[in-house]
Nanobody
Framework: QVQLVESGGGLVQAGGSLRLSCAAS????????MGWYRQAPGKQRELVAA???????NYADSVKGRFTISRDNAKNTVYLQMNSLKPEDTAVYYC?????????????WGQGTQVTVSS
């Protein structure tokens, strides 16, 4: 079974920083894109940032210049460094990976980690 396990969420004041981590484990043959999504109360889930296996990145306009996504392919892990956090960044953050496991290529999701930014 493949699992994505997130860590690093929490409560921080506006202007502060947090670093999220997401490790994929299980029977994994290959991982293509990995990314972070978030969902605030009453809103749809939205893409925050994504990174390909080759290191190409994509960011939501709202986080450009503040957030940085990176990955360690040897550890099947993706990170999200979040700086200059704003109250509007408050949401549950979900890790996502497009990976090839025993069942073939599939989109996997983590359980989510809460990020709360106080003003």
């Amino acid at each position: 079974q493949v699992q994505l396990v997130e860590s690093g969420g929490g409560l921080v004041q506006a202007g502060g920083s947090l670093r999220l981590s997401c490790a994929a484990s299980g029977s994994i043959f290959s991982i293509n894109a990995m990314g972070w999504y978030r969902q605030a109360p009453g809103k749809q889930r939205e893409l925050v940032a994504a990174i390909t296996s080759g290191g190409s990145t994509n960011y939501a306009d709202s986080v450009k210049g503040r957030f940085t996504i990176s990955r360690d392919n040897a550890k099947n892990t993706v990170y999200l460094q979040m700086n200059s956090l704003k109250p509007e960044d408050t949401a549950v953050y979900y890790c996502n990976a497009d990976l090839d496991g025993l069942g073939g290529w599939y989109d996997y999701w983590g359980q989510g980690t809460q990020v709360t930014v106080s003003s």
